[in-house]
């Protein structure tokens, strides 16, 4: 988890996280589809249909969140006087959302307690991934503020992953 900067350092790629966030888009659309048949197979079949909109919304939010937000951090980072790499940014916040991928599998067990401990998990291994890089990255600069910020954007995401897909 730590160290990513480091990694990354001679050679950030696009690559990885423009496919971890294009596979996650495919399995929160399919496997939130799937997801709302096991949880309503349980009272009526008739009233389940395949709700196409669950992949609009996966691919706006997921693209929205992997471009913008690292885009608005790397921003605030350097008006508040770090020097980060915008492309570092976006491999990072992209690599972090790899969590999310098994997560969304483990998330058509349909009992719900499971399913909240599912998303924490992910969410808190997600949030930390960020917390620690940010913190590599500021090297020794006081932006604490900024950086906790970061991570708790990264758990709201995945509390919208569970209530928009896995409600």
């Given at each position: 988890m730590e160290g990513f900067f480091r990694k990354i350092d001679v050679n950030p790629d696009m690559y990885g996280p423009l496919w971890i966030t294009t596979t996650l888009?495919?399995?929160l659309a399919a496997f939130g589809n799937f997801a709302t048949y096991l949880m309503q197979r349980k009272s009526d079949l008739n009233i389940w249909n395949f709700d196409v909109s669950y992949f609009s919304l996966a691919a706006s939010v997921m693209y929205g969140y992997a471009i913008v937000v690292p885009a608005a951090f790397f921003f605030l980072?350097?008006?508040f006087g770090s020097r980060p790499s915008l492309i570092r940014f976006w491999c990072m916040w992209g690599y972090s959302l790899f969590i999310f991928v098994p997560a969304s599998i483990?998330?058509?067990?349909?009992?719900e307690f499971l399913r909240w401990?599912?998303?924490a998990g992910a969410g808190g291994?997600?949030?930390w991934f960020i917390f620690l890089n940010l913190k590599e990255c500021t090297?020794?600069?006081d932006m604490m503020a900024l950086i906790a910020s970061a991570s708790?954007?990264?758990f709201a995401l995945a509390l919208f992953i569970k209530v928009f897909f896995f409600a």
């Open positions: 888009i495919f399995m980072f350097q008006y483990l998330l058509l067990i349909p009992v401990v599912i998303i291994a997600s949030s090297e020794g600069a708790v954007l990264q």
